[in-house]
């Protein structure tokens, strides 16, 4: 009995360990992922009004994080600064619509693809020259206290991350649900011949959703600057991370994309910590690919067959 | 012996049976029509007899051998043919090209032949090519052989696709609604060339809503009602069939 | 005899050979060879790449991958294990030849946007398995390169690269026109035009897919191979995703389905940041900027919207 | 709408003409560069290329170099050893210069060398990989430590405070890469075992995986990070939220002030392999770095209104090292140029003391680092 004891609390021990690592990576697979949510959302839903896929959709992120750390940094508090600084994405996502898109509508595919791939190399380099090449840290908003929880750490700032994600995707879907706008935004998605037969402004519907995902961007952009600092050019990353979530998800799904952006952040935090830090970063496309063999139109993706 | 079968033919989207048990058989040298109301699922039965939808449940002959399973360039070579309720034609080609596409199957189609433009691949193109332009004067579209095919009239471009079917030197050509969308003139046209087409030895199978043009030309035709077939027979025999006059013509 | 002149096929076949032929004439030292021949690899790998995107509509993010992985097995093989380099080529057009085969069933059946998302993944796999496996590859700092030889011939220098790339850059293009305009390349353009229309007519699509594919996928090997030799160093930025973005950004901006349009493509992208260098910081503001107007304004791209032009011009005079 | 773009088209060109075009003023001495002032090494880049500028309009201010100008001609490689290659060949074919200071990154830096090499031009590199001055290269020479040279530095300070078991956590950039490689040669010369060799994308925003698994494996002892930019700084977030009390020792990629700024109070007790700029202030007044720092911090500060870096030093040492072997040869004769480089003795640079030999392209020893420790937001000097 004597000799058993110890043997016990060894492994104990051990899954204990075991089990807190597990809900390490979980915490930082989430809060990273409710990131890549938020930016999928952001394509999702220019997906859904337009089948324009806005590679510059991780400019607005871009353009939250560093318009507040200026904004900051010239006297505004916090709160104004990141109401200014939302307010700056939003023009800049209007903008981009009004001048860059909607001029080439009824352009290929691809076309559009590298007009927006021109936007944000555009707008980065505009950050760069005008906030300069320097990281910026955001001050988090409560704190840098980690809390603990089952042998695991949190930071302040991750509980404000996944709070105001789920708040938006609460309020996002309030909005679809019961708003006018919200209830057009869909009916085009659905059906753009059919919205437009019932009167729907497609191209203000276009032109809405540019500036909701903008929005989406840039308080994702906001809420992890404290955690992951900002630069000029962070866009680029996240976009492209962004891009595979809304994709993962099935392109134009907006609870795909939240689903999609989180398991990305999962999947990554995991395979960084159990399968080799090295091929973390390829470990998402791998699995996306076989996804997409599988199920060729992601998780959550439309299925049906093309009418001819 | 005939030339197409359909056997216990079913197919379901998500549960909802767009055919059901649907058997009938199409003898050679012919001029079948299938008509029913919209969402009777004459299209559908088009897209499985080509391969483009696989059917659920049932079998389909041609020739005695089945269909079912084959993708739509295999049946296209065992003699296939078709067009479209909507236009499938390449406006990124010209007119004559989109014809020319249509004798693919009669071609050299090596991809290393046509890298290297081997002596064979020029004499077979100009060949295609004067074939081609024959077939735009038959079906009367010979004015367009130099022109895009995003510059022509929509009535046109119906002609242009049945010229690309014909191309293909099918046994059995299928025209979905070749009618639809045309003035009466334009019509009137459409039902003349049918008759030419099924002159030359080609078995025609439409789908077509314009019942003058129906009766007028078919020898057989096959009533399509929620999947199910309705009734068959010659259009005397249809025309007046109590239950097609109760359930379609009646009600149109 | 004038007609045939006239014919894109020869006509521009004989402007670029002469333009190639006497371009040395207006180039004062190596560094404008070098952007010529830089000008003429990406042209090349662009050519094809065209085929794939312009004529079939298939998109591709990651020919990069192809590209980086053509130029580090000719550098792996020459470098590490002393293989000749046209053998090394070779194995390298086996390797990319061989993936792009097995992969394309799967990624072709897919369309749109979700085909190139599976190009870019494939893409980037490639680049990151480059630069994580540095005991072979060197890593991110990138790995030096044998010159390229053949029976004791070596090929060395801007002045004799520039005849071989310019060589190369001749046949390709005869090479991508003759397969547009023959029974392939038509099917090809109908499977863009509409697919199903393709196969009721006993066009084998996928089939056509996926030879193209890997047939484009082998030019960028090629290429890449060979940019290696001419090079010298290599790094894994060459199959990143930035490099296939580049290469797409090449056939939109000449002009989709326009062999010609792939070369000003080339010709632009490449010269544009050399031109550019003097703005500094600026440069990414003014190159973005060009993209965007060029592509709002000509959304067919540069050629097939000036030729077009052209045509209404002439034919507005007479 | 078309013919503005026609003539937005032409002004282009004659742009194009102008900066194509080789300099005219043909007896000014003409000094090459190409650093990474864009792109991710953008922060390493940048102040290398202001102090260039900033020096050579001193230089000029006081009447140039052998009675001529200095010419300084720059070209941004945003980090691609691709376009830093053709650059190099812009340098060299099309603007002549007489001597290449450059390649930010060690991947630029490779791409360059068999191109001057071949050029016979005398290139002085500011980057950090020990391959490129190993083995000697005739025409090339750098001026910050190697990275062979901070994992020594590292390895020695833990070997004297008794840690024999470490973590090692590097970046997969080409500096990460290539300091890790090091790290694994000369660990062992000092009796260090790594037990735990873990990396992280230079993109990365959460390391929190990593360090977990070093958190958790057995008898680790102190933990060493090897990389640069934003990634180091992120990790030391991490590493205080998950409450690691482990030493924790970074690279001199990191020595900068900004680096401090970034990771806030988790950077508190970090101690660091940099140079004596980062303690220019209360270094002892008979350092004899002292005066050279003292200058270049008063220098760079007055003129950019920014804190000065470790980075921007390797390019004074750089231009510094190229002013005085051209003073010395009499003439931007290269070979001549190469030579008083080589025999460069005694230099008192804002790094270290130079002392090159025809066996050593670079000419620092592990003086030229100084152990950091970063203490109430500021760096303070262990020895």
Not at chain 2, 51 to 56: A, C, E, N, R, S
Not at chain 3, 226 to 234: K, T, V
Request: aromatic share 8%.
């Amino acid at each position: 009995m004597g000799a058993g004891r110890p043997l016990l609390v060894i492994t104990a021990g051990c899954s204990g360990i075991m089990f807190a690592e597990f809900l390490q990576y979980l915490f930082s697979g989430m809060t990273i992922g409710a990131t890549y949510a938020l930016v999928g959302l952001g394509f999702a839903i220019i997906y859904n009004a337009s089948h324009v896929i806005n590679f510059a959709q991780g400019e607005f992120v871009m353009i939250g994080g560093m318009a507040t750390v200026f904004l900051i940094h010239i006297g505004l508090p916090l709160p104004v600064a990141i109401l200014g600084a939302v307010a700056l994405a939003v023009v800049t996502g209007l903008a981009l619509e009004k001048l860059a898109v909607e001029p080439a509508r009824n352009a290929d595919v691809v076309t559009l693809i590298i007009i927006t791939i021109g936007a944000s190399i555009f707008l980065r380099g505009l950050a760069q020259v005008l906030w300069g090449k320097e990281f910026f840290a955001l001050p988090a908003f409560s704190g840098n206290d980690p809390i603990h929880l089952g042998g695991a750490t949190l930071l302040p700032q991750s509980l404000w991350v996944l709070g105001i994600t789920l708040a938006i995707v609460v309020a996002l879907a309030w909005f679809f649900k019961y708003t006018l706008i919200g209830k057009a935004i869909l009916a085009t998605a659905c059906n753009a011949d059919a919205a437009k037969m019932m009167g729907i402004n497609t191209q203000f519907i276009l032109f809405i959703s540019f500036g909701l995902s903008a929005l989406l961007g840039a308080v994702a952009g906001i809420i992890v600057a404290p955690i992951t600092l900002t630069s000029y050019d962070v866009g680029i990353m996240l976009g492209l991370k962004g891009f595979v979530a809304a994709v993962l998800g099935g392109l134009g799904s907006a609870v795909g994309a939240i689903v999609g952006g989180l398991l990305l952040g999962i999947i990554e935090a995991m395979a960084a910590g159990y399968i080799s830090s090295d091929y973390k970063d390829a470990v998402p496309f791998v699995i996306i690919l076989l996804i997409l063999f599988f199920l060729p139109s992601g998780l959550f993706g439309a299925r049906g067959t093309e009418r001819v | 012996m005939s030339l197409l079968r359909v056997e216990n033919l079913g197919k379901s989207f998500g549960g909802v049976d767009a055919i059901n048990d649907l058997s009938f058989t199409i003898a050679a040298n012919t001029i079948h029509a299938v008509i029913g109301p919209n969402g009777a699922g004459k299209t559908t039965l088009f897209n499985m007899i080509t391969g483009v939808y696989q059917p659920t449940r049932g079998d389909i002959f041609l020739d005695d051998a089945s269909t079912v399973g084959k993708p739509p360039h295999v049946l296209a070579s065992r003699g296939m043919s078709r067009t479209f309720q909507n236009l499938q034609v390449c406006m990124n080609m010209t007119a004559i090209e989109n014809v020319m596409v249509g004798r693919h199957l009669h071609l050299n189609r090596s991809f290393l032949a046509a890298m290297l433009r081997l002596p064979a691949i020029v004499r077979g193109d100009r060949q295609c090519r004067e074939k081609a332009a024959e077939l735009m004067e038959f079906v009367g579209v010979g004015q367009y052989i130099k022109t895009d095919a995003n510059a022509m009239p929509y009535g046109a471009l119906k002609r242009l696709e049945i010229a690309r079917a014909l191309a293909a030197e099918p046994k059995l050509l299928l025209l979905d609604e070749p009618a639809a969308g045309l003035n009466a003139k334009e019509t009137a046209e459409i039902d003349g060339l049918i008759q030419k087409i099924a002159a030359t030895g080609i078995t025609v199978v439409l789908v077509e809503h314009d019942m003058k043009l129906v009766m007028h030309i078919s020898d057989y035709l096959l009533v399509l009602d929620f999947g199910k077939k309705l009734a068959e027979g010659t259009p005397t025999e249809i025309r007046n069939n109590p239950e097609v006059i109760a359930a379609y013509l009646g009600a149109a | 005899m004038l007609a045939k002149l006239t014919h894109p096929r020869i006509g521009g076949l004989l402007i670029l050979s002469l333009i190639i032929a006497l371009l040395p004439l207006a180039l004062p030292n190596n560094y404008y060879y070098d952007v010529a021949i830089k000008i003429g690899i990406n042209a090349i790998v662009v050519v094809g790449l065209n085929l794939l995107i312009g004529y079939a509509g298939q998109i591709s993010l990651g020919h990069g991958g192809f590209f980086g992985l053509g130029a580090y097995t000719s550098g792996i093989l020459t470098a590490v294990y002393g293989w000749p380099p046209l053998l090394a080529l070779l194995t390298g057009v086996a390797v990319v030849g061989v993936l792009s085969f097995i992969v394309a069933r799967p990624i072709l059946r897919l369309t749109g946007h979700y085909l190139a998302m599976a190009t870019l993944g494939l893409g980037i796999i490639i680049s990151i398995v480059i630069s994580n496996e540095d005991w072979l590859t060197g890593g991110p700092d990138g790995m030096y390169v044998e010159p390229f030889t053949l029976l004791g011939w070596e090929l060395y220098g801007e002045k004799p690269w520039y005849w071989v790339i310019g060589a190369l850059l001749v046949i390709s293009v005869w090479m991508a026109m003759n397969i547009v305009d023959s029974p392939a390349g038509r099917a090809l353009r109908a499977v863009h035009g509409s697919e199903v229309a393709a196969q009721v007519v006993g066009v084998d699509t996928t089939g056509y897919k996926v030879l193209l594919f890997v047939v484009s996928a082998v030019f960028a090997s090629v290429m890449g191979s060979l940019f290696a030799h001419y090079s010298g160093f290599i790094t894994p930025a060459q199959a990143g995703f930035f490099h296939s973005i580049e290469l797409v950004t090449m056939v939109v901006l000449g002009g989709m389905a326009s062999t010609y349009g792939a070369l000003v493509g080339a010709v632009l992208l490449t010269v544009l940041p050399q031109l550019l260098s003097g703005f500094e910081d600026f440069e990414m503001v003014i190159f973005g900027l060009i993209l965007m107007l060029t592509l709002i304004f000509m959304p067919k791209g540069l050629v097939p919207t000036l030729t077009h032009k052209l045509k209404d011009w002439r034919g507005g005079r007479s | 709408m078309l013919k503005s773009l026609f003539t937005r088209g032409a002004m282009l060109a004659v742009c194009a003409v102008s900066l194509l075009s080789p300099a005219l003023a043909d007896d000014a001495i003409k000094i090459g560069s190409f650093l990474s002032a864009t792109g991710p090494a953008s922060f390493l880049g940048d102040p290398e290329l202001k102090t260039l500028q900033l020096y050579i309009d001193k230089l000029n201010a006081e009447g140039g170099l052998l009675g001529k100008k200095v010419e300084l001609i720059h070209y941004d490689d945003a980090g691609d050893a691709e376009k830093a290659r053709t650059f190099v060949k812009r340098l060299l074919d099309n603007d002549k210069v007489s001597l290449i200071i450059g390649g930010t990154t060690t991947g630029t830096t490779m791409a360059a060398i068999p191109l001057v090499e071949r050029a016979k031009i005398p290139f002085i590199s500011l980057a950090g990989g020990i391959d490129i001055i190993d083995p000697v290269k005739k025409w090339v020479f750098k001026t910050p430590q190697t990275d062979r040279m901070a994992a020594a530095k590292i390895m020695e300070d833990m070997k004297k405070r008794g840690y024999t078991k470490i973590a090692l956590l590097s970046e997969t950039s080409g500096f990460g890469r290539s300091g890790r490689e090091q790290t694994l040669k000369v660990a062992p010369e000092y009796g260090i075992d790594i037990v735990l060799d873990e990396t992280y994308g230079p993109k990365d925003t959460d390391m929190t995986a990593q360090l977990t698994k070093i958190k958790n494996t057995e008898g680790v002892q102190a933990v060493f990070v090897f990389g640069f930019g934003q990634g180091p700084a992120i990790v030391t977030k991490n590493y205080a939220q998950l409450g690691i009390t482990l030493p924790l020792y970074q690279s001199h990629g990191v020595a900068s002030n900004s680096y401090i700024d970034l990771a806030g109070d988790a950077a508190q007790g970090v101690l660091i392999s940099a140079s004596a700029l980062l303690i220019t202030d209360d270094l002892p007044a008979d350092d004899v770095q002292k005066t050279v720092l003292v200058n270049y911090k008063k220098d760079y500060e007055t003129a950019f209104k920014a804190p000065v870096s470790t980075f921007g030093a390797y390019a004074y040492d750089g231009l510094m090292l190229a002013v005085n072997a051209i003073k010395k040869a009499g003439s931007t004769d290269p070979s001549k140029v190469r030579d008083a480089i080589e025999q460069t003795e005694g230099y008192v640079g804002a790094t270290g003391v130079v002392n090159m030999s025809p066996k050593d392209h670079m000419g620092l020893d592990l003086t030229a680092f100084r152990i950091l420790e970063i203490k109430d937001g500021g760096w303070v000097l262990i020895q």
